[in-house]
């Protein structure tokens, strides 16, 4: 069975907004064999878990307050991409700008798949991934899900991912064994996807955006080099964006209104 975590992260500033839910998937041996080195890097630092918003930055646990200190961010920078790409088996990072989205979906849509981008994000991972499923020709295997306990719209991810396992085809084409919130400090998987979302919406905010020239950072490309063959990025935005719409004409969701109302 192989491990999944999943990952919300948001950034924002006075002009955009970014958010993301990154998934990273792992062997159960391969899973191991990351725990370990990642276990001792944070033991370095004498943190418990790893946060991406205080790592990179430098606070918290992760203050560069001496020498030594700031020797060892430069190293785990170098480190930490290597230890993720060498274990995973998949990186999926499922994206949308919000106040794009939801000034595009159209009134039913709201009202058929609600107004949760956690959600419909986590939805668009699952269903990507059964696809991953199907074109490694792994028809036997399955995934054990795991998402950080207090996200942001947990209870709605929750209630979506239940229905999607209770639907027949659906449930045949995502093959979730099971869907689990969890401390992010009792999950290291977690914590790694917590890293690639945040280097993606560092990148959005700082290189994609046209107004925007600041170099790519070096780690994030290493991560990208290192994890190639093996990372699929759905960014749902413009045409992508529209498109996805377009997958649930107007009918089929006035349908599923008076379905409802039945």
Same mark, same amino acid.
């Given at each position: 069975?192989?491990?999944?975590?999943?990952?919300?992260?948001?950034?924002?500033?006075?002009?955009?907004?970014?958010?993301? $839910?990154?998934? $990273?998937?792992?062997?159960?041996?391969?899973? =191991?064999?990351?725990?370990?080195?990642?276990?001792?890097?944070?033991?370095?630092?004498?943190?418990?878990?790893?946060?991406?918003?205080?790592?990179?930055?430098?606070?918290?646990?992760?203050?560069?307050?001496?020498?030594?200190?700031?020797?060892?961010?430069?190293?785990?920078?170098?480190?930490?991409?290597?230890?993720?790409?060498? *274990?995973?088996?998949?990186?999926?990072?499922?994206?949308?700008?919000?106040?794009?989205?939801?000034?595009?979906?159209?009134?039913?849509?709201?009202?058929? $798949? #609600?107004? *949760?981008?956690?959600?419909?994000?986590?939805?668009?991972?699952?269903?990507?991934?059964?696809?991953?499923?199907?074109?490694?020709?792994?028809?036997?295997?399955?995934?054990?899900?795991?998402?950080?306990?207090?996200?942001?719209?947990?209870?709605?991810?929750?209630?979506?991912?239940?229905?999607?396992?209770?639907?027949?085809?659906?449930?045949?084409?995502? =093959?979730?064994?099971?869907?689990?919130?969890?401390?992010?400090?009792?999950?290291?998987?977690?914590?790694?996807?917590?890293?690639?979302?945040?280097?993606?919406?560092?990148?959005?905010?700082?290189?994609?955006?046209?107004?925007?020239?600041?170099?790519?950072?070096?780690?994030?490309?290493?991560? $990208?080099?290192?994890?190639?063959?093996?990372?699929?990025?759905?960014?749902?935005? #413009?045409?992508?964006?529209?498109?996805?719409?377009?997958?649930?004409?107007?009918?089929?969701?006035?349908?599923?209104?008076?379905?409802?109302?039945?």
């Amino acid at each position: 069975m192989l491990k999944a975590y999943m990952d919300r992260a948001a950034k924002l500033d006075a002009k955009d907004e970014i958010m993301c $839910v990154a998934c $990273v998937v792992f062997k159960p041996t391969a899973y =191991k064999q990351f725990v370990r080195p990642w276990n001792r890097m944070l033991k370095a630092w004498g943190a418990k878990a790893f946060h991406a918003r205080d790592f990179y930055p430098g606070t918290r646990d992760f203050k560069r307050d001496t020498p030594k200190r700031q020797l060892l961010y430069e190293e785990d920078s170098r480190r930490i991409p290597q230890m993720i790409a060498k *274990s995973i088996s998949r990186i999926l990072v499922i994206s949308f700008r919000p106040s794009e989205f939801l000034q595009v979906a159209t009134g039913k849509w709201k009202e058929v $798949v #609600g107004t *949760s981008l956690h959600s419909q994000a986590a939805q668009i991972c699952l269903l990507s991934n059964g696809d991953w499923l199907k074109e490694k020709r792994l028809p036997h295997e399955s995934f054990a899900y795991f998402m950080e306990s207090g996200d942001e719209d947990e209870a709605e991810v929750l209630r979506s991912v239940a229905i999607m396992r209770k639907h027949e085809k659906t449930a045949r084409h995502i =093959k979730v064994a099971s869907f689990t919130t969890v401390d992010k400090g009792q999950a290291k998987g977690l914590e790694a996807a917590d890293c690639v979302a945040w280097h993606w919406n560092k990148y959005y905010m700082d290189t994609e955006r046209a107004e925007r020239t600041r170099p790519i950072r070096k780690d994030f490309l290493s991560l $990208v080099d290192l994890a190639k063959g093996k990372s699929q990025v759905i960014f749902a935005t #413009g045409d992508d964006l529209k498109y996805l719409f377009s997958l649930f004409p107007p009918e089929k969701l006035e349908a599923e209104i008076s379905a409802r109302k039945s």
